[in-house]
């Protein structure tokens, strides 16, 4: 781990190796290798539009909000919503307890709750934003091609794949399909829900809207 916290240039705190090691404990070695993944593709891609660590975000804390923010796809994690919120909900009680301040905190928690929300979290400060196209460059390469020639295979290199992605899918799906309550209707599990195991019931929007206030003028 010191070796790639040097190696990368990571933001080397007491609470950034807290943070690491905490996910290292509760996760799977994909979800861990996956979370540092998205930190430094992130990070990257934000450096190619010109904003930089320190000068224009909050760099701890866009480290803490990527190593955390799949933390809801683990047991200590799940806790009947969906795995964004359920896991920024444990972040943001892992991060308190550490003694991070509560405004940090909730930009973390903002980010971890927003990363799969497309179309939205790429409008949001740049620590919500680079979560989120960290972690989309990481499992389905989106913006892959912002990243710097070389980079990506040197970053695999260090924090393998180890069948990330479809395990994170699959992850994702399970939690669902064991408890329906945590893909809600539109999110993005009910999605992979939906893809996955289309005999899924999924609400039929115009009959929802069309029976709606029923005999009301």
Known sequence: MTDHFTGFAIPDTPLTREAYGFVQEIAAQAVLTHSVRSYLFGR???ERHGLRAEHDYDDEVLFLACMLHDVGLTERGERGGRFEVDGADLAAEFLTEQGLAADRTRLAWE???LHTSLGIAD???PEIAL?????GA?????????????YADRVHATYPRLGGSVELTELIVGQATRNPAKAPPFSFP???LRQDAPGTAVLPWREVVTAAWSGVA
């Open 123 to 125: 409008r949001m400060r």
């Open 111 to 113: 980010a971890i709750a």
């Open 138 to 150: 990481d499992v389905a390469a989106f913006g892959a091609d912002k990243l710097p020639a070389g």
């Open 44 to 46: 990257a891609i934000g």
């Open 190 to 192: 009910a999605e992979l």
């Open 131 to 135: 979560t989120h196209a960290g972690a």
